[in-house]
């Protein structure tokens, strides 16, 4: 199921200025929760394991079977819409996970998602969102005006910008250190600009959902590229700053607002 990544040249200096005990493990399967089965493969190359001990009581009543499985005993490592890296501090030392899904991936970029990964390990930042949320979730899930499986991508999307506020400061310092690394930094964000100046019109057009326009808004912030309205909201000091109750009144304010559009609207007509 495993088998242990040989890192050379920038990524090996990475890991040793990040998270030197980390190990990044090569998978031949996707996957997000981890077999019991396969548990024992992992055991065999880390010292412990320690699922996360999400609380039950975090999660409002419509929650989505994946956050049910993070408030269990289950190991779970990404979610659905996570990329084809992911990384974990449920284990003693953390890990990386390459899946299969990489396949495809342009070399520069892999390596990229490598290292990224290996900065937020070390940087001790929340693995999951509903860690970010805790006992918030279900205030965020109350302010969202949308279905359980949007306000769970909204949820990860708000996470992924709040990492992201910390990692770029260290992808903008690597151009002297790891100048392969920072140039493919610097590509994803010239690539993902593009896309953004469009959103609030398709939004606006129902062309983009809100939660799927937030995934890709927020997934920019660590590229350090102008965000479009509402989600600029997100790439601020002032959130990095409060984290998790920043979140939550932002997303009360973005759909307190919608709301209050659409009931100017109705009246108008």
Excluded at 42 to 63: H, I, K, M, V
Excluded at 68 to 82: E, I, T
Excluded at 153 to 165: T, V
């Amino acid at each position: 199921m495993f088998s242990e990544r040989d890192l050379a040249g920038d990524l090996a200096a990475v890991r040793e200025a990040y998270a030197p005990e980390a190990i990044v493990l090569d998978c031949e399967r996707d996957f997000q929760t981890l077999p019991p089965e396969h548990r024992d493969d992992l055991a065999l190359l880390t010292e412990s394991l320690s699922p996360s001990d999400y609380d039950a009581d975090w999660l409002p009543a419509d929650a989505p079977e994946i956050l049910s499985r993070l408030a269990s005993g289950d190991f779970v490592v990404g979610a659905p819409g996570d990329g084809a890296v992911a990384w974990t501090t449920q284990t003693e030392p953390p890990v990386v996970f390459v899946k299969a899904r990489v396949e495809g991936t342009p070399e520069a970029f892999q390596r990229f998602l490598i290292a990224e990964a290996l900065v937020e390990a070390g940087l001790d930042l929340p693995e999951q969102f509903l860690g970010f949320f805790r006992e918030r979730y279900r205030a965020f899930d109350a302010a969202v005006d949308a279905g359980p499986t949007a306000v769970y991508q909204l949820a990860a999307a708000c996470c992924d910008a709040y990492r992201g506020l910390h990692t770029r400061e260290e992808f903008a310092s690597w151009a002297d250190d790891y100048p392969d690394l920072y140039a493919a930094w610097v590509d994803a964000g010239e690539r993902v600009t593009g896309r953004l100046d469009g959103l609030p019109r398709e939004i606006a057009r129902g062309e983009t959902s809100f939660s799927d326009a937030a995934e890709l808004a927020c997934s920019a912030v660590k590229h350090d590229v102008e965000v479009p309205a509402p989600f600029g909201a997100l790439d601020t000091l002032a959130y990095r700053r409060h984290g998790a109750g920043y979140a939550v009144t932002w997303a009360q304010k973005v759909f307190d607002a919608d709301s209050s559009d659409s009931d100017a609207a109705d009246s108008a007509e």
